[in-house]
């Protein structure tokens, strides 16, 4: 396919008519500036070939001018295997759609059908065309911005590419009926696996079912042991029982018993004849216990005299010595007690020497202080008078230190003062020839004595007159001023401090400092003679006086010489009082010493008296138990019982032997062995007999359903599941493996059928990425991506330029593949590679030439410049119209 | 005096055919009391002495009571007396079918053979039980026969079960063991023997009856009871086979040339007049092509619905895809390559997987209209 010729007229911006003309097979560039109506163009091209001329509301009002109603018109000449067509279509206003053909000429729809078909495009059933019903000259003819997007091949493309494909390729993919084939072993697959190869369905039942048998077996293999070892059990007790049985094991037990027990009774009898015996030896033993025991108190009473009378002289000997003691008992007592009237007497008198001693002692000490105190006190009294003094005399002293500095000042002052008025003054000096008198202000001036005059003044000169003098320095007034101002204040404070002048001022403040430091003195001695005050002072001194007076009263030193120091009259004073309590203690022992003398008398008397006493009742005892029974009888009795126990004890020792000879433990222990053995064996029997009916009984309640048959059936369920579960499983196997086959098989048949238009791609794609290979979507053609190094980039991960680039390399290719194959193609590319860098760009219009050997391509573009060099033919919009 | 008896053995009655599908192991269990019921009214109406039964009257110690009570109804048909020895089968333990049996209640004429006692048979004749007493025994139980003491002029017949020393083929020796000349030791008239499921000759006086309902597929003659007649002590035995099994167990093994679907429906032969009573085994090989292998899968399925039960083991058929297979498959696209690589691991380890693959490919195309 070939344009020719391009005319549009009143088409959205395009108002004026423009034609292009003369368009040749290779490339035409066509420029336009900006708004100047490229991509109108395209618009317009697009709308000829695919919109439908009645398409009536937006998609017809949009191609109008803005604002105007007028009839947007387009027309197409174009050649197809080399014969020339012209389509021409007018929308909106009057819509008409005419097709020429060297075949004859169409009208109206007639003409849209004819061409689409012509062209291998979709017209659309309503409304404006749509991108995917535009077929291959869609996918060729671009606006701006679209071409990165990838190639968005409609259905109507694709099946014109598959189209192509398959009359070169053939039917590789095998067509719909393999597709069927593939979905449907797909299908049979997923019945029985899941996507990740787990068994599902059918194959999932059978495994489940498989375990689940082989639980059951596991339960009922368990019941049948469990049976099979209650038999064994059964068994082993019914031949227990039969060896019970047979052994006569019972019986043997029974006899045994019998023969203990008889043996048992004789030893009972034994047993009967030994303890007679053991009673009448108990008898003949009580016996001689009884006569031996009056022997034993004939006895005692005969020995109570012999001891009564022995205790009964000894206790009248202790009397008689304990009363030869008392006496010097009673002379140890005196002796202590004049000892301690002796020793109060010396005490009393110590004592009273004692409080002498102190008494004088405290006179001495207060008549020492209460002088001392009396002298503190006269010197303070004529402390407190020349206080009295001094402060008179401060309180006439006008003047202190402060008031003295200021007067001092202004002295200083009105001197400098006055020295500076005597620099600037006039200075006379009067010499008077004859020595007459000069007086000023009546105040004689003496001869050649220097006159400062500092303000005026009159002179009067004897014998001349009057002279005025009138000092013309002018600071002169200023410093008379501050002088009179510095008398004037220190007059005042003349005044103010009472004196004349500054020396009078001096000597007042050298009085007022004496008297201040007099006071302070006074002060201090003040503080030392009382340093608790004047009143403590004075009342401690009378205090003191008045205790003197009282400690004097009736006191005579003259009794008092012989007395010692005080502590030594004290000391004195202690010893007496410990000889005291010395002898007190001694008394008090005397004392003790009597009284448990007297006591012990009295004790030994009672002693001797009771001793006596009892001596009288047991001789009265002994004289009464004789007149009973002789002592004689009383032995005679005691020996016959002897000799009757003798006899009982051997006649006992007789029976004991029997009976120890009889052995009865030997008997007693085997007829306990004896009843014990026939009990176990009873025992024993009764729970053979026992475990073997309950036994029994279980056994005919498990082996009731049949264990082995229902083992059986689970065996061969198991069986049938497991078969079944392997046979799905190669089942799954097989149909897991076909499936992929043919999935296999079916990705490389794309491969195989993409094979020509990657053919067709390579030699253009090597002129811009010569290490890459595209790859394009087996199912819509598009690009997929690049691979470069062995890896796969996905084409939206490529930069904008680069998948501009792939996107046009593609449509080359796809354009020079139809053309090849007798496909209507022709390329229009609207303001592409604008993202190309410059190399790229050249690379890209190497592509494009090539591509132009076998298609027509118009390009769009609204740089000129840039295509300059590429040697096709340009075309100006602009001047086209 | 003369007696005559019917010998069998190895009823095994409550088998329980797991290996079977349920409902066919049903009617396998159904069909041994059947036969046991045919041996009764045979006993019946041939108007025999006795019935001897050598032993494994029934298939477990553990069968359950129901399966007691239909042996004991399938006895009634012959009034007796039924000698019944225990076997390895059911042994007498302290609790087994006997005990259990005796429980339940026998009528008069059963007698179970339980202790090495003579038993005597009307006034002519006497057996000798050699019982077990366990499930295996070392020792030969039938040596008693020997010594035991019989009045003269009563028919001595021993009846046992084991393994005939040094005569069965494939049998271990070692347990249940019976000596090859114990009928002449014991100066047995007959000695009626149990264990081996096929009918079997050991002597002139030595018998295995066999199972009278076949349970496996060995062609050893079982399906049989044996009609005993002795004319006195020393006479020998007059045995006669009867035929009594309900069902045919047939194996075969069909050897499939391809498009040999027809060795399929042959392979039966002249049983093809009670297939329904047949229960049939067939063990395919050859090397068949896809289109044959399907053809004698629809064969098998034919045949297995006109006989009791089909098993069929094509382990040993060997699917290698033929040319026209293939392009019957896919003539054109992806397909094709997706044969081609699955004919290529049928030489591989996968080879069972891919030649499966295939087949199933083969009948998802045949149902898509071919």
Same mark, same amino acid.
């Given at each position: 396919?070939?344009?020719?010729?391009?005319?549009v007229?009143?088409?959205?911006k395009?108002?004026?008519? +423009?034609?292009i003309?003369?368009?040749?097979d290779?490339?035409?560039?066509?420029?336009?500036?900006?708004e100047?109506?490229?991509?109108?163009?395209?618009?317009?091209i697009?709308?000829?070939?695919?919109e439908?001329h009645n398409?009536?509301?937006?998609?017809?009002?949009?191609? @109008?001018?803005?604002?105007?109603a007028?009839r947007p018109?387009?027309?197409?000449?174009?050649?197809l295997?080399?014969q020339?067509?012209?389509?021409?279509?007018?929308?909106?206003?009057?819509?008409?759609?005419?097709l020429a053909? $060297?075949?004859?000429?169409f009208?109206?729809p007639?003409?849209e059908?004819r061409l689409a078909?012509?062209?291998?495009?979709?017209?659309?059933q309503?409304?404006?065309?749509?991108?995917?019903?535009q077929g291959v000259l869609?996918l060729l003819?671009?606006?701006?911005?679209?071409i990165?997007?990838?190639?968005?091949?409609?259905e109507?493309?694709?099946s014109t590419?598959?189209?192509?494909l398959?009359d070169?390729?053939?039917?590789?993919l095998?067509?719909?009926?393999g597709?069927?084939?593939?979905?449907?072993?797909?299908?049979a697959?997923?019945?029985?696996?899941?996507?990740?190869?787990?068994?599902?369905?059918?194959?999932?039942?059978?495994?489940d079912q498989a375990?689940?048998?082989?639980?059951?077996? +596991?339960?009922l293999?368990?019941?049948?042991?469990?049976?099979?070892?209650?038999i064994?059990e059964?068994?082993?007790? @019914?031949?227990?029982?039969?060896?019970?049985?047979?052994?006569?094991?019972i019986?043997e037990?029974?006899?045994?018993?019998?023969?203990?027990?008889?043996d048992?009774?004789?030893?009972e009898?034994?047993?009967r004849?030994?303890?007679e015996?053991?009673q009448a030896?108990?008898?003949a033993t009580?016996?001689?216990?009884?006569a031996?025991?009056r022997w034993?108190?004939?006895?005692?009473?005969v020995?109570e005299v012999?001891?009564r009378?022995?205790?009964?002289?000894e206790?009248?000997?202790r009397r008689?010595?304990?009363e030869?003691q008392?006496?010097?008992v009673?002379a140890r007592?005196h002796t202590?007690?004049?000892?301690?009237?002796?020793?109060?007497?010396?005490?009393s008198r110590?004592g009273e020497?004692?409080?002498l001693a102190?008494?004088?002692?405290?006179?001495?000490a207060?008549?020492?202080e209460t002088?001392d105190?009396a002298?503190r006190?006269t010197?303070?009294d004529?402390l407190e008078i020349?206080r009295?003094?001094?402060?008179?005399?401060?309180a006439?002293?006008?003047?202190?230190?402060?008031?003295?500095?200021?007067?001092?000042?202004?002295?200083?002052?009105?001197?400098e003062?006055e020295?500076a008025?005597?620099t600037?003054?006039t200075?006379?000096r009067f010499?008077?020839?004859?020595g007459q008198?000069?007086?000023?202000?009546?105040?004689?001036?003496a001869?050649?004595?220097?006159?400062? +005059?500092?303000e005026?003044?009159?002179?009067t000169?004897?014998?001349?007159g009057?002279?005025d +003098?009138?000092?013309g320095a002018?600071?002169?007034?200023?410093?008379?001023?501050?002088?009179?101002?510095?008398?004037?204040?220190?007059?005042?404070?003349?005044?103010?401090?009472?004196?004349?002048?500054?020396?009078?001022?001096?000597?007042?403040?050298?009085?007022?400092?004496?008297?201040e430091?007099?006071?302070e003195?006074?002060?201090?001695?003040?503080?030392?003679?009382?340093?608790?005050g004047?009143e403590?002072?004075?009342?401690?001194?009378?205090?003191?006086?008045a205790?003197?007076a009282l400690?004097?009263?009736?006191?005579?030193p003259?009794?008092?010489d012989d007395?010692?120091h005080?502590?030594?009259?004290?000391?004195a004073?202690d010893d007496?009082?410990h000889?005291?309590e010395g002898?007190?203690?001694?008394?008090?022992?005397?004392?003790?010493e009597?009284?448990?003398h007297d006591?012990?008398?009295a004790?030994?008397?009672a002693?001797?008296?009771a001793?006596?006493?009892?001596?009288?009742?047991?001789e009265?005892?002994?004289a009464?138990?004789?007149?009973?029974?002789?002592?004689?009888?009383l032995?005679?009795t005691l020996?016959?019982?002897?000799?009757?126990?003798?006899?009982?004890e051997?006649h006992?020792a007789?029976?004991s032997?029997?009976?120890?000879?009889?052995? $009865?433990?030997e008997?007693?222990?085997?007829?306990?062995?004896?009843?014990d053995a026939?009990?176990?064996?009873?025992?024993e029997y009764?729970?053979?007999?026992h475990?073997?009916?309950?036994?029994?009984g279980?056994?005919?309640a498990?082996?009731?359903?049949?264990?082995?048959?229902?083992?059986?059936?689970?065996?061969?369920?198991?069986?049938q599941?497991?078969?079944r579960?392997?046979?799905?499983?190669?089942d799954?196997?097989?149909?897991?493996l076909?499936?992929s086959?043919?999935?296999h098989a079916?990705?490389?048949?794309?491969?195989?059928?993409l094979a020509p238009?990657l053919a067709?791609?390579?030699?253009f794609?090597?002129l811009?990425?010569p290490e890459?290979r595209i790859t394009l979507g087996?199912?819509?053609?598009d690009?997929?991506g690049v691979?470069?190094d062995?890896?796969?980039?996905p084409? @939206?991960?490529l930069?904008?330029?680069?998948r501009?680039?792939?996107?046009?390399?593609?449509?080359?290719?796809?354009a020079?593949y139809?053309?090849?194959?007798?496909?209507?193609a022709?390329?229009?590319?609207?303001?592409?590679?604008?993202?190309a860098?410059?190399d790229?760009?050249?690379r890209?219009?190497?592509?494009?030439r090539?591509?132009a050997?076998?298609?027509q391509?118009?390009i769009?573009?609204?740089? $000129?410049?840039d295509?300059r060099?590429?040697?096709?033919?340009?075309?100006?919009?602009a001047?086209s119209s | 005096?003369p007696?005559?008896f019917?010998?069998?053995?190895?009823?095994?009655?409550?088998?329980g055919?797991?290996?079977?599908?349920p409902?066919?192991a !049903?009617?396998l269990r159904?069909?041994r009391?059947d036969t046991?019921?045919?041996?009764a009214e045979?006993?019946?109406a041939?108007?025999?002495?006795a019935v001897?039964?050598?032993?494994?009257?029934?298939?477990?110690i553990?069968?359950?009571d129901?399966t007691l009570r239909?042996?004991?109804?399938?006895l009634?048909?012959?009034? !007796?007396p039924?000698?019944?020895?225990?076997g390895?089968h059911?042994p007498?333990?302290?609790?087994?079918?006997w005990?259990r049996?005796r429980?339940?209640?026998?009528?008069?004429g059963?007698?179970v053979?339980?202790e090495p006692r003579?038993i005597?048979?009307?006034?002519t004749?006497?057996v000798l039980p050699?019982?077990?007493?366990r499930?295996?025994?070392?020792?030969d139980l039938? &040596?008693?026969?020997?010594?035991?003491?019989s009045?003269d002029?009563?028919?001595?017949i021993?009846?046992a079960?084991?393994?005939? *020393?040094g005569?069965l083929?494939?049998?271990? *020796?070692?347990?249940n063991?019976?000596a090859?000349d114990?009928?002449?030791?014991a100066?047995?008239?007959?000695?009626?023997?149990?264990?081996?499921? !096929?009918?079997?000759r050991v002597?002139?006086?030595?018998?295995y009856?066999?199972?009278?309902e076949p349970?496996?597929?060995?062609?050893?003659?079982?399906?049989?009871?044996?009609?005993v007649?002795?004319?006195g002590?020393?006479a020998l035995?007059?045995?006669?086979?009867?035929r009594?099994?309900?069902l045919h167990w047939i194996?075969?093994?069909?050897?499939?040339?391809?498009?040999?679907?027809a060795d399929?429906?042959?392979?039966?032969?002249p049983a093809?007049? &009670?297939?329904e009573?047949?229960?049939v085994?067939?063990?395919?090989q050859?090397?068949v092509d896809l289109a044959?292998?399907?053809s004698v899968?629809?064969?098998?399925?034919d045949?297995?619905?006109?006989?009791l039960?089909?098993?069929?083991?094509?382990?040993?058929?060997?699917? &290698?895809?033929?040319?026209?297979d293939?392009?019957?498959?896919?003539?054109?696209?992806f397909?094709g390559?997706a044969?081609?690589a699955?004919?290529?691991?049928l030489?591989g380890?996968?080879?069972?997987?891919?030649r499966?693959a295939?087949?199933?490919?083969?009948g998802?195309?045949q149902r898509?209209?071919g």
């Amino acid at each position: 396919m070939r344009f020719r010729r391009i005319e549009v007229r009143n088409y959205k911006k395009l108002l004026a008519p +423009v034609v292009i003309d003369a368009l040749g097979d290779g490339v035409t560039i066509i420029a336009g500036d900006n708004e100047e109506g490229k991509s109108t163009l395209l618009d317009a091209i697009r709308a000829g070939l695919f919109e439908r001329h009645n398409v009536s509301g937006k998609a017809a009002d949009e191609k @109008q001018p803005f604002g105007s109603a007028v009839r947007p018109e387009v027309r197409l000449d174009f050649e197809l295997d080399g014969q020339p067509y012209t389509i021409e279509k007018g929308f909106a206003q009057k819509p008409s759609a005419r097709l020429a053909t $060297p075949s004859g000429t169409f009208d109206g729809p007639a003409a849209e059908e004819r061409l689409a078909e012509l062209l291998g495009f979709r017209l659309a059933q309503r409304g404006g065309s749509r991108a995917e019903d535009q077929g291959v000259l869609g996918l060729l003819c671009l606006e701006q911005g679209r071409i990165i997007e990838g190639l968005r091949l409609g259905e109507q493309g694709r099946s014109t590419i598959r189209g192509a494909l398959e009359d070169e390729v053939g039917d590789v993919l095998g067509g719909p009926r393999g597709q069927r084939l593939l979905e449907a072993a797909k299908a049979a697959r997923n019945a029985l696996l899941t996507a990740t190869g787990k068994p599902r369905g059918d194959l999932k039942d059978a495994s489940d079912q498989a375990e689940a048998e082989a639980e059951d077996l +596991v339960v009922l293999e368990q019941a049948r042991k469990a049976y099979d070892k209650q038999i064994d059990e059964l068994e082993k007790r @019914q031949r227990d029982l039969a060896r019970i049985d047979s052994d006569r094991a019972i019986d043997e037990a029974r006899d045994r018993l019998r023969e203990a027990e008889r043996d048992a009774l004789a030893i009972e009898a034994l047993h009967r004849d030994d303890r007679e015996a053991s009673q009448a030896v108990l008898l003949a033993t009580a016996k001689v216990e009884n006569a031996d025991e009056r022997w034993q108190g004939r006895q005692r009473l005969v020995d109570e005299v012999t001891t009564r009378r022995a205790v009964a002289a000894e206790a009248s000997g202790r009397r008689r010595a304990l009363e030869e003691q008392t006496e010097a008992v009673e002379a140890r007592l005196h002796t202590a007690r004049t000892t301690l009237e002796a020793a109060i007497e010396a005490r009393s008198r110590a004592g009273e020497r004692a409080e002498l001693a102190r008494r004088r002692a405290r006179i001495d000490a207060l008549a020492r202080e209460t002088e001392d105190l009396a002298a503190r006190l006269t010197a303070v009294d004529r402390l407190e008078i020349r206080r009295r003094e001094d402060r008179q005399l401060l309180a006439a002293i006008a003047i202190d230190a402060a008031a003295f500095g200021r007067i001092e000042a202004l002295s200083t002052a009105i001197r400098e003062q006055e020295a500076a008025l005597r620099t600037i003054a006039t200075r006379l000096r009067f010499r008077p020839d004859a020595g007459q008198a000069i007086t000023r202000d009546g105040a004689t001036v003496a001869r050649d004595e220097t006159v400062d +005059v500092t303000e005026a003044t009159r002179f009067t000169l004897e014998g001349f007159g009057v002279v005025d +003098v009138e000092p013309g320095a002018r600071e002169l007034d200023a410093g008379r001023q501050r002088l009179a101002d510095l008398r004037g204040r220190m007059r005042d404070a003349l005044l103010a401090a009472g004196v004349e002048d500054v020396d009078a001022a001096k000597v007042r403040l050298e009085q007022r400092k004496a008297a201040e430091s007099h006071l302070e003195e006074a002060q201090r001695l003040l503080a030392a003679y009382a340093p608790e005050g004047v009143e403590a002072l004075r009342a401690a001194s009378t205090d003191g006086a008045a205790e003197l007076a009282l400690l004097q009263e009736g006191f005579d030193p003259a009794t008092a010489d012989d007395l010692d120091h005080p502590d030594v009259e004290e000391r004195a004073a202690d010893d007496a009082r410990h000889l005291v309590e010395g002898a007190r203690s001694a008394l008090d022992a005397a004392r003790s010493e009597r009284a448990a003398h007297d006591t012990e008398v009295a004790r030994a008397q009672a002693a001797s008296e009771a001793a006596y006493v009892a001596l009288l009742g047991a001789e009265r005892d002994l004289a009464a138990a004789r007149t009973d029974a002789a002592d004689a009888d009383l032995a005679a009795t005691l020996e016959v019982a002897r000799g009757a126990l003798r006899a009982a004890e051997e006649h006992q020792a007789g029976t004991s032997r029997a009976l120890a000879d009889a052995d $009865p433990d030997e008997v007693a222990g085997r007829r306990q062995r004896a009843a014990d053995a026939l009990k176990m064996i009873r025992a024993e029997y009764d729970r053979l007999r026992h475990e073997v009916s309950s036994l029994q009984g279980s056994l005919a309640a498990l082996g009731k359903d049949g264990l082995e048959e229902q083992l059986e059936a689970v065996r061969g369920r198991r069986v049938q599941a497991l078969e079944r579960r392997d046979r799905l499983q190669a089942d799954a196997d097989a149909w897991e493996l076909l499936v992929s086959t043919l999935v296999h098989a079916e990705r490389d048949a794309k491969q195989q059928f993409l094979a020509p238009v990657l053919a067709r791609v390579g030699p253009f794609l090597r002129l811009l990425l010569p290490e890459a290979r595209i790859t394009l979507g087996e199912e819509d053609l598009d690009i997929t991506g690049v691979e470069r190094d062995g890896r796969q980039e996905p084409y @939206q991960s490529l930069s904008v330029g680069t998948r501009e680039q792939l996107s046009i390399l593609v449509r080359l290719a796809f354009a020079v593949y139809l053309r090849e194959k007798g496909y209507p193609a022709a390329v229009i590319l609207d303001d592409a590679l604008v993202y190309a860098d410059d190399d790229r760009f050249d690379r890209m219009q190497l592509a494009l030439r090539k591509a132009a050997d076998t298609v027509q391509i118009l390009i769009l573009t609204c740089r $000129p410049r840039d295509w300059r060099q590429f040697g096709a033919p340009i075309e100006r919009l602009a001047g086209s119209s | 005096m003369p007696i005559r008896f019917l010998h069998t053995a190895d009823l095994q009655i409550g088998k329980g055919f797991g290996s079977f599908p349920p409902e066919i192991a !049903g009617r396998l269990r159904a069909a041994r009391l059947d036969t046991l019921k045919r041996i009764a009214e045979l006993a019946c109406a041939r108007r025999v002495d006795a019935v001897l039964v050598a032993g494994d009257c029934l298939d477990d110690i553990a069968v359950a009571d129901e399966t007691l009570r239909r042996f004991k109804v399938a006895l009634e048909p012959f009034a !007796g007396p039924w000698v019944l020895l225990p076997g390895n089968h059911d042994p007498a333990i302290a609790e087994s079918p006997w005990t259990r049996l005796r429980r339940l209640g026998l009528a008069d004429g059963i007698i179970v053979a339980d202790e090495p006692r003579p038993i005597a048979i009307g006034g002519t004749a006497v057996v000798l039980p050699a019982p077990l007493r366990r499930r295996r025994d070392a020792a030969d139980l039938t &040596e008693w026969f020997d010594t035991a003491v019989s009045d003269d002029g009563l028919i001595r017949i021993g009846l046992a079960h084991g393994s005939v *020393e040094g005569f069965l083929p494939d049998v271990s *020796e070692a347990v249940n063991p019976v000596a090859r000349d114990r009928a002449a030791r014991a100066r047995l008239a007959y000695l009626a023997l149990g264990d081996w499921h !096929g009918r079997l000759r050991v002597d002139q006086r030595t018998w295995y009856a066999g199972t009278p309902e076949p349970d496996r597929f060995k062609d050893n003659d079982p399906g049989n009871v044996l009609d005993v007649s002795i004319a006195g002590p020393d006479a020998l035995p007059q045995v006669e086979a009867v035929r009594v099994a309900g069902l045919h167990w047939i194996q075969r093994q069909v050897e499939i040339a391809p498009g040999g679907a027809a060795d399929v429906r042959e392979a039966l032969g002249p049983a093809a007049s &009670e297939l329904e009573r047949c229960v049939v085994r067939l063990d395919l090989q050859g090397v068949v092509d896809l289109a044959t292998h399907t053809s004698v899968l629809e064969a098998c399925e034919d045949l297995g619905s006109r006989v009791l039960h089909l098993a069929v083991d094509d382990a040993a058929l060997t699917l &290698e895809p033929s040319q026209d297979d293939l392009d019957s498959i896919a003539q054109r696209g992806f397909v094709g390559e997706a044969v081609a690589a699955l004919r290529e691991q049928l030489a591989g380890a996968e080879a069972a997987t891919a030649r499966r693959a295939l087949a199933l490919l083969y009948g998802l195309h045949q149902r898509m209209g071919g």
